[in-house]
């Protein structure tokens, strides 16, 4: 229907849709409505449809067409009687006139606090407010209408300024981008670019690109003139150097503590090692490259490079010839005097693989969890964090000491880059590789070719791990009584390090439990003390097996005797460490054979029943088990609190803690004796670390003879004997400025020496 028609009245009388005035309510058949925005006046013409209605007079047409509307410019709230600015009838009577009304101030106001209210309000609250105000409920209805379109207006025209000064400056930003890509060059040519129909991030990606791949090239270029270079050869190790006679004085061992727990002096590798100039740094980079795809090789090819081990074991042997086949690059000539140890493990852990990486890629969490292994280590520079908010790329120069828990062997120091990334098929994979090539020194003893670990997601938080270690040592610095099992690969393999891995792993997803296992029992009866306890046996651990190995930062003495059962001891001073006593601390430790499988051996030492047999400080005193903590699936991973009902009042306020770990490559029993008082604080959620601990006890390896059974504990050894390494620390003198006597010396000594019989005697009685 054309705007502005008007049907005439007679032939709409019976419709349902007519008005007391003759208006309808129908909103969609009108489109006179005045314009609220520009507050003119307007005027509506309306016209008859039949032409039997051309009777009316011409004065009283003339009436109608002079009619105008009027609009409020306070409020927009000038209401047409009958009608609203959204619905606008066309059904009208051609003899009745229009009338509006203006509403006074009192009702603007009225409804213009509660439009703040309410802006839509009901049928109710409508006829409410008409009363009150003397309108007509449709006035009221009508007015909210308009005040309604009024705001929406308003609103739209803040929003439409807003948008058109943002697309100016978004225009102003184009147009900027495209002058400053029209004067782009091309990187490799220096000519200008060709950007097409590419887009800008797109075309930024492949600058990026390209200056990536002609880095790439360079460094190739680089390393291709190292890789193969003969290295220089190490010279053979001299004879060892006679035993030191003991200092009275506190010398030798100084009260340093330093980067992986207990380091009191430097080795030779970690005081010469910096970090790589910039000169390095592109051929660290292809060095790191080359070493994942060896790595990620390594790990998936089966035969002929790898051969099932003669020991029974499920580990895999390295076929040195046909890895050179393989990779014929390599790291060059392997050096005179080294020979090669390569091994391969899988084992599926409760971590899932974003908390792998991150304990790999976390030098102070890859020491506490591999304490047992790696005594010392360091990260020199990072050279990449890594993309998107992890690890993937991330690449950094380390050094790290790898030991055996005995004074025995040698450890083996490494200065290395270690590069982690995720491959496509989203497992992730962090591998070593040494950078001794960089420069040649006859200090270093072992390389590190490509090593490391793949690691593959699993379902409910569990992760699948290959490892695999390759590595060139010079091992001829290894006693006798430990030469078989560094031969067989046990001692630094991939067995060692997948074993811990699993171990730790089960440790941590019990110190992150959120209730009280049943099978935790006695004085703990809260979370916060289970962990506090937890970390105090971790921080026990940790210092126990940094301070038993044959490191570099030690200076192990010897007292007696020529034969395997020499004991080795070293003092240092310990000041101003809550974590220790203060004053003087004389370590020392010995290493000896037993004809007896190692996990005897870890039960009868674990065993509070049994204690009394071998600690001659418990005075023959039964000892009693006043809390127990489960740390994984093997009964004898747990940590113990210890307290010996001794006759002497002396020892009535002490306490032991005990913590005793298991796998299939070692065992741990270690131990210290705690005061009641600081106990309790660490029961009831008090911070550990303010514990003072002196840490003693045993380390359990098979000796290489017969490692059969690498999955089943219980078989650990099976066919051969231990090799048990037995470590006190004792204060001597509780004051650090005290010289060290010759009885104190002699007083750990003949204690060393009683125990080592005891267990001796305890053990050979059992298995006689």
């Not at 003119?40 to 009436?63: G, Y």
């Not at 075309?203 to 190739?220: G, K």
């Not at 950094?396 to 030991?403: G, I, K, L, S």
Request: glycine fraction near 8%; charged fraction near 20%.
């Amino acid at each position: 229907m054309p705007a502005g028609i008007m049907i005439p009245a007679r032939n709409m009388s019976s419709s349902p849709m007519m008005g007391s005035n003759g208006y309808g309510s129908s909103s969609g058949l009108t489109l006179g409505q005045p314009n609220l925005m520009e507050g003119l006046h307007h005027h509506q013409l309306h016209l008859p449809l039949d032409m039997a209605h051309q009777t009316a007079s011409e004065s009283e047409l003339a009436r109608l067409r002079d009619d105008e509307f009027e609009i409020s410019t306070k409020s927009g709230s000038e209401n047409q009687e009958g009608q609203s600015g959204d619905e606008m009838p066309d059904l009208q009577r051609p003899n009745k006139k229009k009338r509006y009304h203006r509403h006074t101030q009192h009702q603007i106001q009225e409804m213009e606090a509660f439009f703040k209210e309410c802006p839509h309000p009901d049928d109710k609250q409508r006829k409410e407010l008409s009363r009150q105000l003397g309108l007509e409920p449709l006035q009221v209805k009508f007015w909210f209408q308009n005040k309604r379109t009024q705001m929406k207006t308003q609103h739209e025209r803040g929003e439409n300024t807003q948008l058109r000064a943002e697309n100016e400056k978004l225009r102003a930003d184009n147009t900027r981008y495209r002058e400053a890509l029209s004067n782009a060059s091309c990187p490799n040519c220096g000519g200008p670019t060709a950007i097409g129909e590419m887009s800008y991030d797109e075309h930024h990606l492949r600058l990026e690109n390209a200056r990536l791949r002609e880095e790439i090239d360079r460094i190739s270029a680089i390393a291709a003139k190292y890789v193969g270079k003969p290295v220089v050869n190490y010279p053979l190790l001299s004879a060892p150097a006679p035993p030191r006679p003991l200092e009275l004085g506190v010398g030798g061992f100084g009260g340093q503590s330093g980067v992986g727990g207990e380091i009191y002096g430097a080795g030779d590798l970690f005081k010469s090692i910096s970090a790589p100039t910039e000169a390095d740094k592109p051929m660290i980079i292809e060095l790191a490259v080359g070493a994942m795809e060896e790595l990620v090789r390594m790990a998936q090819l089966g035969e002929p490079l790898w051969n099932v081990s003669l020991d029974g074991t499920s580990s895999s042997v390295l076929n040195e010839d046909e890895y050179m086949k393989t990779f014929p690059r390599g790291m060059g000539p392997k050096p005179a005097g080294f020979s090669t140890e390569a091994s391969r493990e899988s084992v599926v852990v409760i971590m899932d693989h974003i908390n792998l990486v991150e304990i790999l890629m976390d030098v102070n969490q890859w020491l506490t969890v591999f304490s047992g292994i790696v005594s010392r280590a360091a990260t020199l520079e990072v050279l990449s964090t890594g993309i998107a908010g992890n690890y993937n790329g991330a690449l950094q120069v380390m050094t790290a000491e790898f030991q055996v828990p005995t004074p025995l062997v040698p450890t083996r120091e490494v200065y290395f880059v270690r590069y982690c990334k995720e491959h496509s098929d989203g497992t992730w994979a962090v591998v070593d590789v040494s950078l001794d090539n960089l420069r040649p020194s006859p200090i270093v003893r072992c390389r590190r070719r490509p090593s490391g670990c793949v690691i593959q997601e699993m379902p409910n938080g569990y992760s699948k791990v290959t490892w695999v270690e390759n590595v060139e040592v010079d091992d001829r610095g290894v006693h006798s009584l430990y030469k078989q099992l560094v031969n067989s690969g046990h001692a630094f393999g991939a067995r060692r390090w997948v074993a811990t891995l699993d171990r730790q792993c089960e440790r941590l997803a019990s110190a992150m439990a959120t209730n009280i296992p049943h099978t935790d029992v006695g004085v703990i009866t809260s979370q916060e003390g289970r962990k506090s306890m937890l970390k105090l046996a971790e921080r026990m651990a940790t210092s126990f097996c940094a301070g038993v190995s044959a490191s570099t930062a030690h200076t192990w003495t010897t007292l007696s005797g020529t034969g395997a059962d020499d004991v080795r001891v070293m003092t240092r001073k310990s000041i101003d460490d809550p974590g220790r006593p203060p004053g003087i601390v004389l370590s020392a430790a010995t290493s000896f054979w037993l004809p007896v499988l190692p996990n005897r051996v870890f039960d009868f030492l674990r065993d509070e029943s049994s204690r009394s047999e071998w600690d001659i400080l418990s005075n023959g005193g039964v000892v009693q088990e006043m809390a127990h903590i489960a740390n994984g699936r093997d009964t004898g991973n747990c940590v113990s609190l210890l307290r010996v009902n001794s006759a002497n009042s002396s020892q009535s306020n002490m306490l032991i803690l005990q913590e005793s770990c298991t796998d299939s490559a070692g065992s741990f029993v270690i131990y210290a004796p705690v005061d009641i008082v600081s106990m309790n604080v660490v029961l009831n959620g008090g911070d550990p670390d303010y514990v003072a601990l002196l840490p003693s006890g045993f380390a359990i390896l098979p000796d290489g003879s017969a490692m059969q059974g690498s999955d089943d504990q219980q078989a650990m050894g099976s066919g051969g004997g231990s090799l048990l390494t037995v470590a006190f620390q004792i204060l001597v003198d509780s004051v650090p400025t005290a010289k060290l006597s010759l009885g104190s010396v002699a007083t750990v000594n003949n204690l060393i020496a009683c125990t080592v019989e005891r267990i001796r005697a305890s053990l050979s009685c059992e298995s006689a």
